[in-house]
């Protein structure tokens, strides 16, 4: 092709000329064609709601343990970990039921409800898990909250469209990072604020709500965030591009022009069905569903092992240490997002990074059941480096397989995509918590056997995920996210 005709299309095919003026999608592209610079307010507000929306997720496993005990639902103290593991398993169940309609619903009706639905399902339901009188009311709260849930999709794909194309991978690696700020602080918050009337008999009293509902305190500033991030969703955005039936003559020549500037994504004829056939994402989603139940199977099994006696291989920690061990966690991920990880993703190839954290992930694994050998500083100082790299291993996985997901789609299908690849990941994670309650429980059982005693076979069970995970990062799929973001 002539070099007159190569300018033709790259010029003007590459850069949109006509805006439909009622759609807010359009105008957010206008005005983007304009702003050239990172949009720092709807990030901020982006990751506001993001990390809002995951702090129930992970908040109640330090209590979790204490709150079962406390229901006395569980006859024998060896049977609280199997109880635990359906509390934990029922949020994910109920995500996983409905994060693919919540995608599809973003695509049709636009991002920002989903977002507002799944906000204020954490004020009601968060709040009302916190006052749970019994073993069935807290079950049911964090089943509902989780099919209100639908938000993990359509905010992956709201942060690739919200800004410019060459700040959009640094839009998801601000969501898997507030994500995984959130999955750490919210058991942080946990930790620190509930049974305050023990823990702060001067600020609470046992005769006061919270005495009465000692797990309500750290639930209730959950919600109290929330609200927050429900007041900032007014200086978010919609994306989704909505045109009428009068347009359509223009949208031929749009649909081409974005699919030529989207020069990564697979073709999108065929509509949602055509998800399961395009193997790139499947093979990402593939992996991601593997290191996702392994890394919320390691979040209740650390908390559980971590609170439990050491005649039982645990570590006699309180609810307070792990909130201790949880926010130092956090901070060092803040660090490593910011200041570690963008030279990193720059240096490695993207699924080469993710063999590497696997690979490290192992040896760590490993290490967890000799900890109980240590005491005193020792053991704190060991405990927190170990739970630092194993976070920063797994955000650094997560943050690479939302980036190639992302990568293998066109935006009409974005937030399907994403809400498709939340489903399956809900499903593992729903399964994660009772396998890991059932085995935890096993493993206390089995102190003194002569292969894999104790908690040796938790720790060894979570290697064996990850080894799985490892093992489908080989396929040939991936050969196409080689390279360097």
């Not at 999608?25 to 990390?51: H, I, Q």
């Not at 079962?68 to 398993?89: C, N, P, S, T």
């Not at 019994?134 to 992956?156: D, H």
């Not at 109290?224 to 591009?241: D, G, Y």
Request: proline share 4%.
């Amino acid at each position: 092709m002539g070099k007159d005709g190569g300018d033709g299309l790259e010029g003007p095919l590459l850069k949109r000329t006509y805006y439909h003026g009622n759609c807010p999608g359009c105008r957010l592209d206008k005005s983007n064609e304009v702003r050239r610079g990172v949009p720092y307010t709807e990030f901020a507000c982006m990751w506001l709601v993001t990390v809002c929306s995951t702090l129930p997720i992970q908040s109640l496993f330090p209590f979790l343990y204490f709150m079962i005990r406390d229901l006395h639902i569980a006859k024998q103290v060896e049977d609280i970990g199997f109880y635990a593991g359906f509390v934990g398993a029922s949020y994910m169940l109920g995500r996983a039921l409905t994060s693919t309609v919540w995608g599809i619903v973003a695509d049709k009706h636009g991002r920002k409800p989903v977002l507002v639905i799944t906000l204020i399902a954490v004020i009601t339901l968060n709040t009302l898990f916190g006052l749970s009188s019994s073993y069935w009311m807290a079950l049911t709260t964090r089943g509902l909250l989780g099919l209100l849930s639908g938000m993990l999709g359509p905010i992956k794909a709201y942060a690739t469209e919200v800004c410019r194309k060459e700040y959009s991978h640094l839009a998801l690696s601000l969501i898997s990072s507030s994500r995984a700020i959130g999955l750490i602080v919210g058991p942080a918050i946990g930790g620190y604020l509930a049974q305050p009337a023990d823990k702060y008999p001067g600020m609470f009293s046992q005769e006061s709500i919270f005495g009465r509902f000692p797990y309500f305190l750290p639930c209730l500033c959950v919600s109290i965030l929330a609200v927050a991030a429900l007041i900032s969703c007014i200086w978010l955005p919609e994306t989704l591009h909505k045109h009428n039936e009068a347009t359509d003559s223009n949208n031929s020549t749009e649909a081409m022009e974005e699919s030529l500037s989207d020069t990564n994504a697979e073709e999108s004829g065929g509509g949602y069905w055509s998800l399961f056939t395009n193997w790139p994402l499947m093979s990402t989603i593939t992996v991601y569903c593997l290191f996702s139940l392994q890394d919320v199977a390691y979040a209740e099994v650390f908390s559980l092992w971590a609170v439990s006696d050491r005649k039982y291989g645990g570590l006699s920690f309180t609810s307070t240490d792990v909130g201790r061990i949880l926010a130092l966690s956090g901070l060092f991920l803040l660090i490593y997002q910011i200041l570690i990880y963008p030279s990193v993703a720059k240096a490695i190839e993207p699924i080469t990074l993710v063999r590497a954290t696997a690979i490290l992930t192992l040896p760590l694994l490993a290490s967890y059941p000799f900890m109980t050998t240590l005491y005193g500083f020792n053991l704190q100082l060991v405990v927190n480096c170990a739970s630092s790299l194993k976070n920063s291993f797994q955000v650094t996985t997560i943050t690479v397989c939302n980036i190639l997901m992302n990568d293998a789609v066109s935006q009409d299908l974005r937030a399907s995509a994403n809400g498709l690849s939340v489903t399956l990941m809900s499903i593992f994670k729903a399964i994660a918590p009772a396998v890991a309650g059932v085995i935890f429980s096993w493993a206390q059982r089995r102190q003194s056997a002569s292969f894999l005693p104790g908690d040796h076979l938790v720790f060894f069970m979570l290697n064996a995920a990850t080894v799985v995970g490892l093992m489908c990062t080989f396929g040939p799929h991936f050969a196409r996210g080689n390279m360097k973001h």
